[in-house]
């Protein structure tokens, strides 16, 4: 990192620090804030050898990824909301993520990667259904974290809900595969084991 440049006016610089404090915690800092601690749940322990051992004492970093891709997003739908003059009373996200971490265990020839992402978000909102999905198309166009995801080719379906509703007013599908979602090949894998479990 090139420390004191210069940088053009349109670039934004953001600065974070941590420090490892002791056996799977870390604590984040950003200047003139409070700190972050990141550290995996106690206990978590997937074959063999378990090796992560936390003590649930702050968040995960995929929970912060997370919670940084929503709260981004969150404000870039503020942002657009009000350039296209769109009257919204609130609005609530839910992500879940879909992580194979075998290789972070003992598959070490595989990659961790994101399966699949799922993020919902549900607006309070009476305007028109044509008025949201073009809120929605250019909150992705301009969404930084979204924008760093797609990029990454992560398998993500980002649905917006009017609140109350259980049917997507809009839908993006970013690289999924033609056929079966991976979260749907990862659920009929979990049934059948579930069925060689009873057997």
Not at 80 to 86: E, L, M, S
Not at 129 to 140: G, I, K, S, Y
Not at 172 to 191: C, H, M, N, S, Y
Request: glycine share 8%; hydrophobic share 40%; aromatic share 10%.
């Amino acid at each position: 990192m090139l420390e004191n440049q210069t940088y053009p006016e349109y670039i934004g610089i953001s600065d974070v620090t941590t420090v490892s404090c002791e056996h799977m915690r870390v604590e984040g800092f950003f200047e003139g804030q409070p700190s972050l601690m990141f550290d995996e749940p106690e206990g978590f322990d997937i074959g063999d050898p378990p090796d992560l051992r936390g003590r649930s004492r702050g968040w995960t970093p995929v929970h912060a990824q997370l919670a940084a891709l929503a709260g981004c997003t969150s404000i870039t739908i503020a942002v657009v909301a009000r350039d296209q003059k769109f009257r919204m009373a609130g609005l609530s996200t839910k992500l879940r993520s879909l992580i194979d971490i075998r290789g972070f265990f003992f598959d070490l020839h595989l990659q961790p990667k994101y399966e699949q992402l799922n993020f919902d978000l549900i607006v309070e909102t009476r305007e028109r259904t044509e008025r949201v999905r073009a809120l929605a198309a250019e909150t992705h166009r301009r969404c930084p974290q979204l924008g760093l995801f797609r990029l990454a080719k992560i398998p993500m379906v980002v649905g917006w809900y009017r609140k109350g509703a259980s049917k997507p007013l809009f839908e993006d599908r970013f690289a999924l595969p033609r056929g079966r979602t991976p979260e749907e090949k990862l659920v009929a894998i979990g049934q059948r084991a579930a069925r060689k479990r009873k057997q």
